[in-house]
């Protein structure tokens, strides 16, 4: 029985996630579920897992909910705060920590998960990118074990050789390639961008996800992301991780060998098959994703992705090649001007521009602990407010959080 803290519950990992878990009550077991302030929906959680312990960052979200499960739940304890969110990822008898927090926020909880020695199944990609070697070495030292549940980390994951140890060369890999959709503006004419609405840029051809990752998958600044957190998962170098665009999102990533030979995941999109695979490993379980059908499958198609309509993309590589502070730059810029645009305070182009002016004007810096990293990411909010003319008390009201 594994048993699991899952923090981002409210969310849709959250939810793709306790549905593989609701589908194998013999397997698994919910401990602790955290959440943002969303305590209407977190309580409703609460009364059918019934965890040990239920976390809100928010005080008053965290009494609102104290209130309402009071009598439905009464071994769940209620805790708030940010120090209650690292406590959930840390509880002595949870084995699996569910990171699906969306956006740095997640990085605290998920590197006291990675020092307590936890199984880590990582959806909050964010995380990874600003912690970037911090986060490693948290991971080594712990003796945590991290699991990629992005869907092309994961396809990636599972096209590795056996006992993989982070060194493409050694294990005769030439290339990884990341799969991109190239999302719902990827033949929309440039010029009518500066008009989309936030719901146009939500509205995935392929996959159902939280609004602050379906906007990055628009800029393709997900993608980007993605390379960064693939370097960091599997050791490769930016000139071993390619993009493919392959707009059916059939075929989740794929890692090419030296002998010629190709190996790829493929599966319907449907993020219940990364979550049970590593939610299971090393046994495999059904969660009722729907059979891919070879014979209606008529065209998988690819393409070149296109970095001039895509700028993000190159803001990604960019930031990897100048290491430090560059990621934590991108990653924080991208976050205050995806929540304003959220919010009807920025347009979609401002999203790149934006993020390409914040690295401008911060020179990369090393990066030698989470207070240096947290630092970076601040300035780089402050930078963003900046640029778009918003006050710097607004750095905090304009949130990607659900
Ligand atoms: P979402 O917006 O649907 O959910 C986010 C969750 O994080 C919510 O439960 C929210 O309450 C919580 N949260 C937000 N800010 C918080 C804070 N400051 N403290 C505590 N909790 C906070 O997002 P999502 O689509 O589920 O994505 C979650 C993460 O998983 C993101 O990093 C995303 O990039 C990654 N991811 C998502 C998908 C997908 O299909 N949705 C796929 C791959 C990776
Ligand atoms: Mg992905």
Same mark, same amino acid.
């Given at each position: 029985?594994?048993?699991? %803290?899952?923090?981002?519950?409210t969310?849709?990992?959250?939810?793709?996630?306790?549905?593989?878990?609701?589908?194998?009550?013999?397997?698994? +077991?919910?401990?602790?579920?955290? $959440?943002?302030?969303?305590?209407?929906?977190? #309580?409703?959680?609460? @009364?059918?897992?019934?965890?040990?312990l239920?976390?809100?960052?928010?005080?008053?979200?965290?009494?609102?909910?104290?209130?309402?499960?009071?009598?439905?739940?009464p071994?769940?304890?209620? $805790?708030?705060?940010?120090a209650?969110?690292?406590?959930?990822?840390?509880?002595?008898?949870?084995?699996?920590?569910l990171a699906?927090?969306?956006?740095?926020?997640?990085?605290?909880?998920?590197l006291?998960?990675?020092?307590? #020695?936890?199984?880590?199944?990582?959806?909050?990609?964010?995380?990874?990118? !600003?912690?970037?070697?911090?986060?490693?070495?948290?991971?080594?030292? &712990?003796?945590?074990?991290?699991? /990629?549940?992005?869907?092309?980390?994961?396809?990636?994951?599972?096209?590795?050789?056996p006992?993989?140890a982070?060194?493409?060369?050694?294990? #005769?890999?030439?290339? !990884?390639?990341? +799969?991109?959709?190239? &999302?719902?503006?990827? +033949?929309?004419? /440039?010029?009518d961008?500066? @008009?989309?609405?936030?719901d146009?840029?939500?509205?995935?051809?392929?996959?159902?996800? &939280?609004?602050?990752?379906?906007?990055?998958? $628009?800029?393709?600044?997900?993608?980007?992301?993605?390379?960064?957190?693939?370097?960091?998962?599997?050791?490769?170098?930016?000139?071993?991780i390619?993009?493919?665009?392959?707009?059916? %999102?059939?075929?989740?990533?794929?890692?090419?060998?030296?002998?010629?030979?190709?190996? *790829?995941?493929? #599966?319907?999109?449907?993020? @219940?098959t990364? !979550?049970?695979?590593?939610?299971?490993?090393? =046994?495999?379980?059904?969660?009722?994703?729907?059979?891919? =059908?070879?014979?209606?499958?008529t *065209?998988?198609?690819?393409?070149?992705?296109?970095?001039?309509?895509?700028?993000?993309l190159?803001?990604?590589?960019?930031?990897?090649?100048?290491?430090?502070?560059?990621?934590?730059?991108?990653?924080?810029?991208?976050?205050i001007?995806?929540?304003?645009?959220?919010?009807?305070?920025?347009?979609?182009?401002? !999203?790149?521009? +934006?993020c390409?002016?914040?690295?401008?004007?911060? /020179?990369?810096?090393?990066?030698?602990?989470?207070?240096?990293?947290? =630092?970076?990411?601040?300035?780089?909010?402050?930078? *963003?407010?900046?640029?778009?003319?918003?006050?710097?008390?607004?750095?905090?009201?304009?949130?990607?959080?659900?």
């Open positions: 029985m594994r048993r699991l %803290s899952l923090l981002g519950a969310g849709s990992i959250g939810a793709s996630t306790l549905d593989v878990v609701a589908q194998h009550p013999d397997r698994f +077991t919910v401990a602790a579920l955290a $959440a943002h302030r969303n305590w209407q929906k977190l #309580g409703e959680l609460c @009364r059918r897992y019934q965890p040990a239920a976390v809100l960052l928010d005080e008053d979200a965290g009494r609102a909910l104290k209130r309402d499960i009071a009598v439905a739940c071994r769940t304890r209620v $805790a708030c705060g940010a209650a969110l690292s406590e959930a990822a840390t509880l002595p008898d949870v084995d699996t920590v699906a927090i969306v956006g740095a926020a997640g990085l605290a909880p998920t006291a998960a990675a020092r307590a #020695g936890k199984r880590i199944l990582l959806a909050n990609k964010e995380a990874l990118v !600003i912690g970037g070697a911090l986060f490693m070495t948290a991971i080594e030292e &712990g003796g945590a074990t991290l699991l /990629p549940i992005d869907s092309e980390h994961n396809a990636i994951f599972q096209c590795l050789p006992r993989y982070r060194s493409p060369r050694a294990a #005769g890999i030439r290339r !990884i390639l990341l +799969t991109a959709s190239g &999302g719902p503006f990827r +033949t929309r004419a /440039p010029a961008l500066a @008009r989309v609405t936030p146009e840029a939500c509205a995935h051809p392929n996959w159902s996800m &939280g609004r602050k990752i379906s906007v990055d998958s $628009a800029t393709m600044m997900n993608k980007g992301l993605e390379v960064i957190e693939a370097h960091w998962l599997f050791g490769a170098p930016r000139d071993a390619e993009v493919v665009i392959h707009p059916q %999102s059939v075929i989740h990533s794929l890692v090419e060998y030296v002998d010629g030979s190709v190996l *790829a995941q493929l #599966g319907h999109p449907d993020m @219940r990364p !979550i049970a695979q590593a939610l299971a490993a090393p =046994d495999r379980i059904d969660v009722g994703v729907p059979r891919l =059908d070879f014979a209606t499958l *065209a998988l198609s690819f393409e070149a992705p296109d970095f001039a309509r895509f700028p993000c190159s803001l990604a590589y960019a930031a990897l090649a100048s290491g430090g502070s560059a990621p934590i730059a991108l990653n924080a810029a991208n976050e001007v995806v929540g304003a645009f959220l919010a009807g305070h920025a347009r979609f182009p401002d !999203i790149a521009t +934006t390409a002016r914040t690295l401008e004007r911060l /020179p990369a810096r090393a990066i030698g602990s989470l207070p240096d990293a947290l =630092d970076a990411d601040g300035e780089a909010r402050q930078m *963003a407010c900046e640029l778009l003319a918003l006050p710097a008390d607004t750095v905090h009201s304009f949130s990607i959080a659900a």
